[in-house]
């Protein structure tokens, strides 16, 4: 009697990612013996295997999840779960806006990892900005893909008993914690974990006891806990977007969960703004410098617009919910969707400058004073966006704002 033995979890390495990837016929029998691996992962969480045929030189991406935090290590330890979560979430997004996901090739829930596409002919759109290049194509790319991944999760269009089920299959706890606290909880405290340069600690003092402040997050962070509107990406900031010419590629939604509408929007929107903010910095040339930060203003304005649009469509045409055709209902969702998505953007402005995960964009200034002075900027423009976000109308208000920052 032959005994099948479940292969149980372990981390893969340089050697044995081969056992993956062989079985799948990926590669020519040819190929398999001309396999050249790298570990390339630079994210806070996973180790990522990049793997290349010397002969085509096809190549596949394998993301395994490790039991814990990589950029912690084990004192930090992490469901695997996260993994199926990612190579579910690529599939379901995938059903929506296939052009711009990777595509799962094969995952394994108990190894932890997703096979997927190779995109390395493309760029993290974090360092391309950073390198001052533009991309014409990544606002109505993005707008895209937030509203239809939003509209085809949403009771708005789905049986009730079907969102329900997609909300239990998406049950993401421990990568929403993360959250809960690096985004809306640690950045207001004086937690240990977070990291800002002590010439900051008079702004931070401030922002500590600001009550009218702390009041706004603590509302925006019960919304995080408890609106399961949409099924979001999670974690839709610049170091997730991969670009190319006009291509864009949303990856790495291990965050994804049922959450509130607007926080993959506005963490996009985070993103770009102290982009713009660090490009005072970075761009050497005051024409080219004008022209960055008009180019991200534009695509902050041209990203919601696209949203708004693109979700108005589809509800014009596929929405079932029973009030869809009664006027201002829509008009509500979106006007609550847009000044909740600036309260979340202020916070994400705010801990990716004083809390444990920081952005390359302002990290990497490389004078001292001047990354103090933006840094400085960015938590007045954060707090400004979460006290304010009830008083904007209309996206051209925040991006006067940002370019007054
Ligand atoms: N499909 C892919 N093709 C090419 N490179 C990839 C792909 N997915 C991830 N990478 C590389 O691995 C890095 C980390 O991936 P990411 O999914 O962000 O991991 P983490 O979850 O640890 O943040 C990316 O910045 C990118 O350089
Ligand atoms: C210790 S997790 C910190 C931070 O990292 C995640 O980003 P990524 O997976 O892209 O590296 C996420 O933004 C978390 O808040």
Not at 5 to 27: G, I, R, S
Not at 373 to 393: D, H, P, S
């Amino acid at each position: 009697m032959s005994v099948q033995v479940k292969p149980t979890y372990e981390p893969l390495n340089e050697l044995t990612v081969l056992d993956v990837v062989k079985p799948l016929d990926f590669f020519d029998a040819s190929e398999q013996n001309q396999l050249h691996v790298r570990e390339i992962g630079d994210g806070n969480l996973n180790l990522v295997f990049h793997i290349e045929s010397a002969l085509s030189k096809k190549a596949v991406i394998v993301k395994q999840a490790l039991p814990y935090a990589k950029v912690v290590g084990e004192s930090w330890p992490l469901t695997l779960d996260r993994a199926r979560i990612e190579s579910e979430a690529l599939i379901k997004e995938a059903e929506s806006v296939p052009h711009l996901v990777p595509k799962v090739l094969y995952s394994d829930s108990t190894l932890a990892v997703t096979v997927m596409e190779d995109l390395s002919d493309h760029v993290i759109l974090r360092k391309g900005l950073i390198e001052g290049q533009i991309y014409p194509k990544l606002a109505s790319d993005i707008g895209t893909f937030a509203a239809k991944t939003a509209f085809y999760s949403s009771d708005f269009y789905l049986h009730p008993f079907e969102k329900k089920e997609q909300v239990k299959r998406f049950s993401n706890p421990e990568l929403c914690k993360i959250t809960e606290d690096l985004v809306f909880t640690d950045p207001f405290f004086n937690i240990e974990t977070n990291d800002f340069p002590a010439e900051l600690q008079s702004e931070v003092d401030v922002i500590w006891n600001d009550t009218e402040l702390l009041k706004e997050v603590a509302q925006l962070r019960l919304s995080f806990l408890t609106k399961a509107e949409v099924l979001l990406h999670g974690d839709l900031h610049s170091g997730s977007i991969f670009v190319k010419g006009d291509s864009t590629k949303v990856i790495d939604p291990e965050f994804a969960f049922y959450g509130p509408a607007g926080f993959d929007i506005a963490h996009f929107i985070a993103n770009l703004a102290l982009n713009h903010l660090s490009q005072n910095a970075h761009a050497k040339e005051p024409f080219h410098r004008e022209t960055l930060q008009t180019y991200l203003l534009e695509t902050i304005e041209k990203t919601w617009k696209t949203y708004r649009e693109t979700f108005t469509a589809l509800w014009n045409e596929k929405a079932t919910d029973p009030f869809a055709k009664i006027d201002g209902v829509l008009e509500n969702f979106l006007e609550k969707t847009f000044q909740e998505a600036i309260g979340f953007a202020g916070c994400e402005i705010i801990r990716r400058t004083i809390g444990l995960a920081h952005v390359a964009d302002l990290d990497s200034i490389p004078k001292k004073e001047v990354e103090l002075f933006y840094k400085k900027t960015a938590l007045e423009l954060g707090v400004k966006l979460i006290k304010n976000q009830r008083k904007l109308t209309n996206i051209t208000e925040l991006t006067d704002w940002i370019r007054g920052a």
